[in-house]
């Protein structure tokens, strides 16, 4: 994941944080100031450490007010009918073209415009909206008072009101607030390996590589039995290189024929530039982490040598939602809730991969993540991947985290140790080799341009590879559900029909899967 910076005190004094008020009862009625952005991180990271997640509905009105303050002040709110229960369950079936829905939007939008236009008599209710939402039961507003947070989170009406876009203590520009700062841990410029040896790779027909790991996985023995022909995998990232002619035009070479490559985008472009409501960025990435995360993934066993994905005559279906890795960003919310609403109405897809998150929950995301659910998908995230001592205390990320989600993380080859950088916890569903103890060599992948591979690591590439892995079985059993891919899945993994603590079900052997 992104590298994020935190106070150094607070790294220290983790354990001596004070808790906010978890009421929503105001700390006054009418606070001078917000509260401060150390004091409302204090309280994230104590909620991760005693419960190993943070959710905005645990706290005050007066924190979420903060927090819109300390960020770009765009408010998430999940509406429903006063009538409607939790819709968690059955948000894939709702129509919010209906009347009822659109009768709870309108009222929501007037709690919003009354509250705002206090303070601001030039608003017009036109200009509420930061962007548009034609799926989930969803509004992102623009808010600045504390009273427009108390009467939402007091309404039948709303589901949550929760900041869209804020985050512990993310890096910033110093000249520029708005401007973040892409972190070599999960946007570089994923460049050309120039050190691999023969003991990276085994050289496979026509002329391609099988990376080093596919060893641990029986990988390359499963080809025998599926290569991914026919079925169809969505990866949700930062994009696709325009310049690697393997996620291209040569995307069908040598023993890969046949199938498609799709480049799409739900990212919208920074709101702080003035951009209209609905404009997207392109699909190109930027970052470097999705064109990483598709070669290995669904990279072709080609003739120019260059390294060859585990499902290579698969489908691919590239995303771009987010700038980087680490989804801190209202704009990333958004490109990722909608990534999945559009992934989960696509009835050719299977398979959903999203190596990306954050350490706290979001909502909306939660919201996509479900919608796709419902449809049937069977969805693999990432567990988390981060500095070394914060691999040590977090957990799971956030939408791993989720009951709906797969959660994968890696380990080293002695089959014993997480990575490095991985996080791991009771979450975990399953585990990819991903890191050598000897020299910490990581798997082969795409780089963004030429036929020289690079290299990728942490729960990111564990991610990609066992969603590549569930494909292989999708290709081979067309008829079977989510749950069938699945279990055949566990029950070919190293630690079945136990459950370890932190890897879950353990390393899928993907060829004893296809039997």
């Not at 799926?135 to 039948?156: G, M, Q, W, Y």
């Not at 409501?277 to 669904?298: L, W």
């Amino acid at each position: 994941m992104r590298k994020f910076t935190f106070f150094a005190f607070m790294v220290i004094s983790l354990c001596a944080c004070t808790v906010e008020n978890s009421s929503n009862e105001s700390l006054s009625p009418n606070p001078a100031s917000p509260i401060s952005k150390t004091e409302l991180d204090q309280t994230i990271f104590k909620s991760l450490q005693d419960q190993g997640k943070f959710e905005w509905s645990s706290v005050s009105d007066v924190m979420v007010w903060s927090a819109l303050n300390q960020s770009d002040k765009v408010l998430s709110v999940g509406y429903k009918p006063e009538n409607e229960g939790n819709i968690d369950h059955k948000i894939h079936e709702i129509n919010i073209q209906e009347t009822a829905w659109k009768t709870a939007r309108e009222k929501v939008l007037d709690i919003i415009f009354e509250e705002e236009s206090k303070t601001n008599s030039s608003l017009k209710r036109s200009e509420l909206e930061v962007f548009e939402e034609n799926i989930l039961p969803v509004i992102d507003v623009r808010v600045s008072n504390l009273s427009t947070i108390e009467r939402l989170r007091a309404s039948k009406l709303v589901r949550y009101a929760e900041p869209m876009g804020y985050s512990p203590n993310v890096e910033t520009n110093k000249n520029n607030a708005n401007a973040k700062i892409n972190s070599d841990s999960g946007c570089d410029s994923n460049t050309p390996e120039t050190g691999l040896t023969s003991a990276d790779y085994t050289t496979i027909s026509p002329n391609a590589k099988a990376s080093w790991n596919y060893a641990y996985h029986s990988v390359t023995q499963a080809w025998a039995k599926s290569t991914g022909a026919g079925a169809k995998m969505v990866i949700i990232d930062t994009g696709c290189s325009n310049t690697q002619e393997n996620l291209g035009s040569t995307f069908n070479q040598g023993s890969s024929s046949g199938r498609t490559i799709e480049k799409l985008v739900t990212l919208p472009r920074d709101t702080f530039l003035g951009i209209p409501i609905g404009s997207v960025e392109t699909p190109n990435d930027g970052c470097g982490h999705g064109t990483s995360m598709q070669g290995a993934a669904t990279a072709p066993r080609g003739t120019d040598g260059n390294t060859a994905g585990i499902a290579y005559n698969a489908n691919l279906i590239s995303i771009r939602a987010a700038a980087d890795v680490f989804l801190n960003e209202s704009r990333e919310a958004k490109g990722v809730a909608d990534a999945f609403t559009l992934a989960g109405n696509r009835t050719d897809v299977r398979v959903i991969s999203m190596s990306m998150g954050n350490i706290i929950s979001n909502s909306q995301i939660g919201d996509g993540v479900r919608y796709a659910y419902g449809k049937g998908k069977l969805i693999f995230c990432a567990a988390g991947t981060s500095f070394g001592w914060t691999a040590g205390w977090a957990g799971v990320i956030f939408p791993a985290s989720m009951a709906e989600a797969v959660a994968v993380t890696g380990i080293k080859d002695n089959l014993t140790q997480r990575c490095d950088a991985c996080h791991e916890g009771s979450d975990v569903d399953f585990v990819v080799v991903m890191e050598k103890v000897a020299n910490a060599r990581k798997p082969l992948s795409l780089a963004m341009s030429g036929d020289t591979p690079s290299t990728v690591g942490g729960s990111s590439v564990a991610t990609a590879s066992t969603a590549a892995m569930a494909t292989l079985v999708f290709s081979k059993y067309p008829t079977w559900t989510r749950t069938q891919v699945f279990d055949r899945l566990k029950q070919n993994a190293s630690y079945y029909p136990s459950r370890n603590g932190n890897f879950g079900w353990g390393r899928i052997n993907i060829n004893n899967a296809l039997n």
